[in-house]
């Protein structure tokens, strides 16, 4: 009787714990289906969002500061600065990337057409290391030839012409997207209050009370600072050397573009496209001396302005390695076309940012202070 008495309440017990367990992993199972059909269903407009929210933390503050010119209205504040975005930056994009669409179309239909004309190469050319002799009987031969010279590259050309017009194909889609991601900033923005609080308590509930304030801290400085110290100058830079080049008749204004914006991301200066630029621009005889000096100026100054720009904006506040931002961008382009570029440099640095606190706040991390040695006590 002893035994099967004490018996009884550890096999009662064991039945209410597997009970229990049972129970828990039901739950966990049903909470994992609910996040993977929530992940598939928002997945394809992960970039977009993304990219949408780092402009609303971006743009808040200014945000804020325009609504309380406005008598809070903050609906209204989000509003103008939407459409103020819109024409500083989206529609010169649009143009850019219309620029690139031309560029490509008119490359294929003269490559098509045997219309293109290559100039013919110096003779310096053939004095260049390794390449010279090859690359200057390539040229001479496109120069004379371009058929052959074309035949001679396939397939290369064919897998070319349809990468080209991948890009062209992207480029309406790219505009659209950073279209719509300023528009769901906007409505981001004029709810920022109260997503403000959200935020807050989510980053408290992982990390906890005081950590989750510090938390939301370093994540919306971080985006700030690299949405405006990099990608913001980067883009700027982009743009207005664009249109410069556009309006001088430099080919490929919109290719040379996406170039400085490469570049200016990954921190090198846009002097290596300006210059050529303005080497062209002396050379082709296309304007008058006027003029000339006019274009050469603006490319001077587009390949520095970064200089003036990013202590304005908040460049010299990043701490995140410019490897970092660098390796993000190009895995975002990767992964998610133009718009996830932008979306990765941040998100890339906001990570690296999180690594970095996580492991200098570490809360069992105890200073050590080492004692003074004794005086040493004479002999007696």
Same mark, same amino acid.
């Given at each position: 009787?002893?035994?099967?008495?004490?018996?009884?309440?550890?096999?009662?017990?064991? @039945?209410?714990?597997? !009970?229990?367990?049972?129970?828990?992993? &039901?739950?966990?199972?049903?909470?994992?289906?609910?996040?993977?059909?929530?992940?598939?269903?928002?997945?394809?407009? &992960?970039?977009l969002?993304?990219?949408?929210?780092?402009?609303? =933390?971006?743009?808040?503050?200014a945000?804020?500061?325009?609504?309380?010119?406005?008598?809070?209205?903050?609906?209204?504040?989000?509003?103008?600065?939407?459409?103020?975005?819109?024409?500083?930056? =989206?529609?010169? @994009?649009? =143009?850019?990337?219309?620029?690139?669409?031309?560029?490509?179309?008119?490359?294929?239909?003269?490559?098509?057409?045997?219309?293109?004309?290559i100039?013919?190469?110096?003779?310096?050319?053939?004095?260049?290391?390794?390449?010279?002799? !090859?690359l200057?009987?390539?040229?001479?031969?496109?120069?004379?030839?371009?058929?052959?010279?074309?035949?001679?590259l396939?397939?290369?050309?064919g897998?070319?012409? !349809?990468?080209a017009?991948?890009?062209?194909?992207?480029?309406?889609?790219?505009?659209?997207?950073?279209?719509?991601?300023v528009?769901?900033?906007?409505?981001?923005?004029?709810?920022?209050?109260?997503?403000?609080?959200?935020?807050?308590?989510?980053?408290n509930?992982?990390?906890?009370?005081?950590?989750?304030?510090?938390?939301?801290?370093?994540?919306?400085?971080?985006?700030?600072? =690299?949405?405006?110290?990099v990608?913001?100058?980067?883009? &700027?830079?982009?743009?207005?050397?664009?249109?410069?080049?556009?309006?001088? %008749?430099?080919?490929?204004?919109?290719?040379?573009a996406?170039?400085?914006?490469?570049?200016?991301?990954?921190?090198?200066?846009?002097?290596?496209?300006?210059?050529?630029a &303005?080497?062209?621009?002396?050379?082709?005889?296309?304007?008058? @001396?006027?003029?000339?000096?006019?274009?050469?100026?603006?490319?001077?100054?587009? %390949?520095?302005?970064?200089?003036?720009? !990013?202590?304005?904006?908040?460049?010299?506040?990043?701490?995140?390695?410019?490897?970092?931002?660098?390796?993000?961008?190009?895995?975002?382009?990767?992964?998610?076309?133009?718009?996830g570029?932008?979306?990765?440099?941040?998100?890339?640095?906001?990570?690296?940012?999180?690594?970095?606190?996580?492991?200098?706040s570490?809360?069992?991390?105890?200073?050590?202070?080492?004692?003074?040695?004794?005086?040493?006590?004479?002999?007696?």
């Amino acid at each position: 009787m002893n035994e099967h008495s004490a018996y009884r309440p550890n096999l009662e017990l064991e @039945t209410r714990l597997s !009970k229990r367990l049972l129970d828990v992993l &039901i739950r966990a199972g049903l909470l994992v289906v609910l996040v993977t059909l929530c992940y598939r269903i928002f997945s394809p407009f &992960i970039a977009l969002m993304s990219w949408a929210l780092v402009l609303a =933390v971006t743009l808040y503050p200014a945000q804020q500061w325009l609504a309380r010119r406005l008598g809070g209205r903050s609906g209204l504040s989000s509003t103008l600065l939407v459409l103020l975005i819109v024409v500083v930056l =989206v529609l010169p @994009t649009a =143009v850019l990337m219309s620029s690139v669409a031309d560029s490509v179309h008119l490359l294929l239909a003269e490559l098509q057409q045997n219309t293109l004309q290559i100039p013919p190469p110096h003779a310096s050319v053939a004095g260049w290391p390794l390449v010279g002799d !090859k690359l200057y009987a390539l040229w001479e031969l496109a120069h004379n030839d371009l058929p052959a010279a074309i035949a001679s590259l396939q397939p290369k050309i064919g897998n070319l012409a !349809k990468t080209a017009l991948a890009l062209v194909a992207g480029v309406a889609g790219a505009v659209l997207s950073f279209l719509a991601s300023v528009i769901i900033a906007g409505v981001f923005m004029a709810y920022g209050d109260a997503g403000e609080r959200r935020g807050r308590s989510i980053f408290n509930r992982i990390v906890g009370g005081r950590r989750g304030d510090e938390f939301a801290q370093l994540c919306s400085a971080t985006i700030r600072a =690299v949405a405006l110290g990099v990608v913001g100058v980067a883009l &700027i830079q982009a743009i207005v050397a664009g249109l410069v080049l556009l309006v001088a %008749g430099v080919p490929f204004a919109g290719v040379l573009a996406a170039l400085v914006l490469v570049l200016a991301i990954a921190q090198l200066p846009a002097l290596l496209i300006t210059l050529p630029a &303005i080497a062209y621009i002396w050379w082709s005889g296309m304007h008058g @001396t006027a003029l000339a000096v006019v274009y050469t100026a603006l490319l001077l100054l587009v %390949g520095v302005i970064d200089n003036v720009l !990013k202590p304005l904006l908040l460049g010299r506040g990043v701490d995140a390695p410019m490897p970092v931002i660098l390796l993000g961008a190009i895995g975002g382009l990767a992964g998610a076309g133009i718009l996830g570029m932008f979306v990765g440099a941040v998100l890339l640095a906001l990570g690296y940012q999180v690594l970095i606190w996580w492991v200098d706040s570490n809360p069992d991390l105890e200073v050590v202070t080492e004692l003074p040695p004794a005086p040493l006590q004479p002999p007696e």
